[in-house]
């Protein structure tokens, strides 16, 4: 096995200290997929089929909305807006400044399971991802939200496994990339409605992707992290510029991680951050160079099983967790007043908690420096 380099670097960021946590209902086996910061709290979607809103100074109930039939794969937060995607077909958008109610402002509706989507930074292109359908196609449906009627376009061909997901250019409106389980990511150009002229540039990664998205100062690059726990970087135009394997690997080099929860971008810095997590709840944040890596901090003590979702914002210092425990947790770069309570064990979920992990050693070799264009 080769170790994939790991230095330790904890003036990078900011140290995240737990602040509170909710605890689960005694016997209740529902868990949480994500968790997010809206305008009006933090939002979390359930394995209940659920978005529920809490204080996030307290994390005390303010609510919930219930609309999905299935699964609900992704939640986004924009101005005085929630949007929720699920596997029932659907994407609702609930206007946060009304009262929280059964019934979202708009709804965007497919005949397929949705399991990614995005915005575009000027609000004016929806995109979903598809779940494979009967007939082998992996659908990627475009919207114009002002209209809200039929998609604009529905690219169907260049994918041939279920599109996994989603992410609009964060400055260049009618730009996206999307991920599949085939292995591939897509680059394209939307103000084009046929799908050869769209399709910019495609990359292949050899894994089924499980998220991908932009980085760097003009967003040029792409990260791309698998089922199987790897971790790549290419160009936007799709040249590889490095390949991780399998950062379950950096165990080797003292820092156990069992899966990978996502990467984050910090412009202002202008670095990415990987975060990984293991069965038993610890969040591990790593600065990602070019063949290296830089462990940055553990937030421990959130969270007893599978950490789901992270998000968090180091200009603002605060991060919130979601996990199979069913826990939400509220972090934040202040030390809190008090310790936060005892973490009680929550009873596991009926829901198996592990991924299928294989025993692929691939890493790739580097020196320590940081990655180049940042």
């Excluded at 089924?208 to 160009?235: K, R, V």
Aim: aromatic share 8%.
């Amino acid at each position: 096995m080769t170790r994939i380099p790991v230095s330790q670097a904890p003036a990078l960021l900011p140290k995240f200290n737990l602040h509170v946590r909710t605890n689960p209902q005694p016997g209740s086996d529902t868990y949480v997929y994500d968790a997010i910061n809206t305008d009006i709290g933090i939002a979390a979607s359930t394995s209940d089929v659920c978005v529920k809103f809490f204080e996030p100074s307290t994390l005390q109930s303010k609510g919930q909305l219930k609309y999905h039939k299935d699964q609900i794969t992704e939640i986004k937060a924009r101005s005085n807006s929630l949007l929720s995607a699920s596997k029932d077909g659907q994407i609702a958008i609930w206007d946060l400044r009304q009262a929280l109610s059964a019934t979202p402002a708009l709804t965007f509706k497919t005949k397929d399971p949705v399991l990614s989507f995005d915005m575009s930074i000027d609000d004016t292109m929806l995109v979903s991802g598809s779940a494979l359908d009967k007939n082998c196609c992996a659908k990627i449906n475009l919207w114009d939200p002002r209209t809200v009627a039929q998609p604009i376009a529905v690219f169907e061909n260049s994918h041939s496994e279920d599109v996994s997901q989603i992410r609009c250019h964060p400055s260049i409106s009618h730009q996206f990339l999307s991920g599949s389980s085939d292995g591939l990511l897509c680059t394209f150009d939307a103000s084009q409605t046929d799908e050869d002229e769209a399709l910019l540039y495609v990359a292949n990664t050899g894994a089924s992707i499980s998220g991908c998205g932009y980085f760097g100062p003009s967003a040029q690059y792409i990260y791309a992290h698998s089922d199987m726990e790897t971790l790549q970087l290419w160009t936007n135009e799709a040249t590889q510029l490095a390949d991780f394997g399998d950062v379950r690997d950096l165990a080797e080099s003292g820092v156990p991680i069992d899966y990978i929860i996502g990467c984050k971008y910090d412009s202002q810095k202008e670095s990415l951050y990987l975060a990984a997590g293991t069965n038993e709840g610890d969040i591990h944040l790593l600065h990602v160079g070019a063949g290296s890596f830089e462990h940055v901090q553990a937030l421990q003590s959130g969270h007893s099983g599978v950490v789901r979702g992270l998000n968090w914002d180091l200009g603002q210092g605060w991060a919130v967790s979601g996990a199979e425990d069913g826990r939400v947790s509220w972090w934040a770069t202040t030390v809190p007043s008090q310790p936060p309570s005892p973490l009680v064990q929550a009873i596991s979920p009926t829901a198996s908690s592990q991924k299928d992990k294989s025993a692929s050693s691939r890493a790739s070799n580097g020196n320590s420096r940081r990655f180049a264009p940042y």
